[in-house]
């Protein structure tokens, strides 16, 4: 009885639909040995769901099956020309086999003759399968560029989005199930102080669940999402970002404080009121870190929260700890320094910055006017670079970074200047909203949980220091004038 070897491919839904589905393929080779008076002792398959890899590593199975076995052999069974190889190279290492180890090549739907005249048709057949490979590959290449340039993904959406075919063809929405999930990621990390992995707990204890399956966020996906610029209104295409036209989920500021902070080295907070980066060590610069100690007494356990640098343990450093207390008297003490008693007082310090902001809305005013001069610098050089492109002076490696790059800096000035528009008409508004904050401070501190105090300390204090067991305290404006007291040695009687 005669023995063979085959191999049966679909690489596509396209091609099953035309009749070369893998059952069809194998019942046609079966027929083939059974009418020639043989068996197949061993079938290859390569499925449409097969990738690029799996589909080289089969095809090498193959050839070392066949010369490891050729002695036993009587042929290679195939469909097509095209079932057994998709480009030349596939093509060469079957008639390898077929001059240098005896293992003849037959294609039973397309026989030729072992003829020079059968050889070359089948070389001809071969030609053909890798012409239209490649033609194939090309044309999904120009099409996903296509794509690109209509500022449409290439691909599958991001977690947050979902593929939509509408009219026939491949389109992005907004997923209303998934992207409040990335909305609420995003803003815990920006703003409640959380690394990644208490990012992840959090969303958790939310019951926020990444999927039906897999409840818990895994941290390098939490990683991935925070730096995946799809959610700002880009698309990302071999190696590059490129406008998009999907909604962003993500504005920008809460953007760039988030590639802030993946950017710098943020430690734990653990909930601990003046620990995760918000105050630095008088002494080296590092951060304070927090630790609770527990102590057993005869009616319990005390807890007792101590606050020191992170490099506390390095040689040389200060071996010092403060107690929470203790940084919470001169948080409080400084709120109270804050507040002004006499209402006449307080209504005349209105007033005056009141007056003062209007300086700072001149300020503004010529800071808005060079960030415009600014914006249409940048749009001048966009103009100039995509003519380079045109003109093909450079390639679209360069072009699609360079163009990145000038994308974002527009954003950023754009973003700015809408900042600079808002508290251009705010500014007097809120100035007066802030010294009535300032006057509550200490009675909100005092009932705030652990997230209020830390927005408390932000909006208050631009930055903190300890030196020693001292805290030291850059106050942010118009908080500082408050806090340098309403009596100074130009006073005219009772007044500043």
Same mark, same amino acid.
């Given at each position: 009885?005669k ?9 596509s839904r +396209?091609?099953e639909r035309?009749?070369f589905?893998?059952?069809?393929? +194998? ?6 040995a059974?009418?020639e008076g ?8 390569i ?10 590593k ?7 099956y066949?010369?490891?076995?050729a ?7 195939f ?11 596939d ?7 077929e001059?240098?180890y ?6 039973v739907?397309?026989? $030729? ?8 048709m089948?070389? $001809?057949?071969?030609n053909m399968?890798?012409?239209y490979?490649?033609?194939q590959?090309?044309d ?12 449409l ?36 990390f920006?703003?409640?102080? #959380? ?19 897999t409840?818990?966020?895994p941290?390098s996906?939490?990683?991935?999402m ?6 700002i209104?880009?698309?990302? #295409? ?7 036209k999907?909604?962003?989920l ?11 902070? &993946? ?5 734990a907070?653990h909930?601990?009121?003046y620990?995760?980066?918000?105050i630095r ?21 005390n807890?007792?929260?101590y ?5 506390y343990?390095s040689?040389?450093h ?8 203790d940084?919470d008297?001169?948080?409080l003490?400084?709120?109270r320094s804050?507040?002004?008693d006499?209402?006449?007082?307080r209504?005349?310090?209105?007033m ?25 610098? &940048?749009i ?7 003519n380079?492109?045109i +003109?093909d002076?450079?390639?679209?490696? $360069?072009f699609a ?8 800096r527009?954003?950023?000035?754009k ?9 251009? #008409?705010?500014?007097?508004?809120l100035?007066v909203k ?7 401070l ?9 997230a ?7 909006i208050?204090?631009?930055?903190? +220091? ?10 942010r404006?118009?908080f ?8 100074s ?8």
């Open positions: 009885m023995r063979y070897v085959a191999l049966a491919r679909v690489s +396209e091609q035309e009749g589905s893998l059952e069809v393929q +194998e019942e046609a080779l079966r027929s083939f059974k009418r043989g068996e197949i002792v061993k079938l290859f398959r499925a449409e769901t097969a990738s690029k890899t799996d589909e080289r089969t095809f090498r199975e193959l050839v070392r066949a010369k490891k076995n002695a036993t052999l009587d042929a290679l069974l469909y097509k020309v095209d079932r057994a190889a998709r480009n030349l190279f093509y060469v290492e079957l008639e390898r086999l001059s240098e005896g293992v003849p090549f037959v294609s739907s397309q026989p $030729t003759e072992n003829s020079p005249a059968g050889r070359m089948r070389r $001809t057949l071969a399968a890798s012409f490979t490649e033609q590959s090309l999904v290449r120009e099409g996903l560029a296509r794509r690109v340039q209509e500022g993904f290439p691909g599958k959406a991001p977690y947050g989005y979902r593929n939509v075919r509408i009219d026939g063809r491949s389109l992005v929405e907004v997923d209303p199930v998934t992207a409040p999930k990335i909305k609420r990621l995003f803003r815990l920006a703003f409640e102080h #959380h690394t990644l992995d208490s990012l992840g707990k959090q969303l958790e204890k939310e019951n926020i669940e990444y999927l039906s399956s409840r818990r966020f941290r996906k939490l990683h991935a925070l730096r995946d610029r799809s959610y209104g880009d698309i990302f #295409h071999r190696g590059q970002w490129h406008p998009g999907q909604e962003p993500i504005d920008r500021t809460t953007w760039n404080r988030v590639q802030r902070l &993946l950017g710098s080295k943020v430690y907070a909930e601990l009121t620990a995760g980066s918000l060590c008088g002494h080296c610069g590092h951060y304070i870190t927090g630790e609770r100690v527990r102590k057993k007494t005869k009616n319990g356990e807890v007792h929260v606050y020191r640098c992170t490099k343990a040689k040389g200060p071996r010092i700890r403060v107690r929470e207390a940084i008297a001169e948080i003490a400084l709120f804050l507040r002004i006499d209402e006449k007082l209504d005349w310090f209105q005056v910055l009141a007056s003062q902001t209007r300086d700072s809305q001149d300020e503004s005013r010529r800071r808005r006017d060079d960030l415009q001069k600014q914006v249409t610098k &940048l001048e050089q966009q103009d100039r670079l995509l380079m492109r +003109e002076e450079i390639d679209e490696t $360069t970074k360079k163009r990145l790059k000038l994308r974002d527009e954003a950023d000035l973003l700015q200047l809408e900042v600079e528009d808002r508290s251009h #008409h705010e500014i007097a508004d100035a802030v010294f009535e904050l300032s006057q509550t200490a009675d909100k501190w005092l009932t705030a949980d652990y209020e105090k830390r927005k408390i300390l932000e208050v204090c631009l930055n903190l +220091e300890l030196d020693d067991v001292n805290l030291c305290v850059q106050i404006k118009p500082d004038v408050l806090a340098k007291g309403l009596v040695e130009n006073s005219r009687g009772d007044w500043i």
